[in-house]
């Protein structure tokens, strides 16, 4: 398949993104790794299953010509992703993009949650993406261009979601926070900082596939008639990533069908 150069100007003619979080099968990540890919951007896929983001690597190259790379990450661990992204600025071209999506959730609500389950969400949503977003501004502060999305929740805006409870929302607010921070701290080395707030999409992070009768009742909730799909997400991260998006910085797209709306 033909590649589609993005516009030169103030983008390199093939740019790169990292998405972490990218090997669930059913997931956001995958889904907007496909995207880019299939706008031509070369990719570098994270996750905890090393095997999962090689193939899904080889798939990326494989489905759209572009370069790509699998790397088996706990986004916790700090050497790991300093590893990583050493590595990804090594191999693929110039990184322009980093999409935080790696994520987990906790339903368990607050009065009942354990100290080791707030820690290990804490982890991985806050210090994962911080870790994660160190490295990308380092090889973006190089090139003197750089864009972050980072993957937050409506359940952060409205105090819990359908599914995540106090942890997860928190955690999920903590990175509305980062790029906001980011937005008007890097603006000047040409790094844009955005956040992407997801309402109900149809993945597995809830404990698998909505049911027929848990649709019906987020149905109720959502103007546009329907729960939202990976390629809903996937687009408005693509948007916020690519040359278009250069103008939006420090903003929040509710990509939410109009659950809430504020
Ligand atoms: P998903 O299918 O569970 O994908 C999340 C991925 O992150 C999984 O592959 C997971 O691996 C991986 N991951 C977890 N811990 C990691 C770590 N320490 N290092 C590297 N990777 C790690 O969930 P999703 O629904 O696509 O969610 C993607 C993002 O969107 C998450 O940040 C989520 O909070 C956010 N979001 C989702 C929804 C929704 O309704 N689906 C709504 C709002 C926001 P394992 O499967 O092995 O844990």
């Not at 380092?138 to 942890?167: D, P, Q, T």
Request: with cysteine; charged share 20%.
């Amino acid at each position: 398949m033909a590649v589609t150069p993005y516009p030169a100007s103030d983008f390199p003619r093939q740019p790169a993104a990292l998405v972490t979080g990218a090997a669930s099968e059913r997931g956001i990540g995958r889904a907007t790794a496909h995207r880019l890919a299939r706008e031509g951007w070369a990719v570098a896929v994270m996750d905890l299953d090393e095997a999962a983001c090689e193939a899904l690597a080889h798939e990326l190259s494989q489905t759209h010509g572009v370069p790509a790379l699998g790397l088996g990450v706990d986004i916790s661990n700090e050497q790991q992703v300093i590893d990583a992204l050493a590595q990804v600025d090594a191999e693929l071209p110039q990184l322009v993009g980093v999409v935080n999506n790696a994520g987990i959730s906790s339903p368990t609500p607050f009065t009942e949650v354990s100290t080791e389950e707030w820690k290990r969400v804490f982890d991985v949503n806050v210090h994962g993406t911080f870790f994660v977003t160190r490295e990308a501004v380092k090889i973006f502060r190089r090139h003197s261009l750089g864009r972050i999305v980072n993957i937050s929740s409506a359940s952060a805006e409205r105090g819990g979601g359908v599914y995540g409870r106090a942890a997860y929302s928190g955690s999920k607010a903590a990175l509305l926070g980062f790029a906001k921070t980011w937005a008007r701290e890097l603006g000047e080395y040409g790094i844009t900082a955005n956040s992407v707030a997801p309402g109900s999409i149809d993945t597995d992070i809830m404990g698998g596939r909505l049911t027929d009768e848990r649709k019906e009742v987020l149905l109720q909730e959502l103007p546009v008639g329907r729960v939202g799909t990976v390629d809903d997400v996937a687009g408005a991260i693509h948007f916020l990533l690519g040359r278009d998006g250069g103008y939006l910085t420090g903003v929040t797209l509710d990509v939410n069908g109009g659950s809430h709306i504020h």
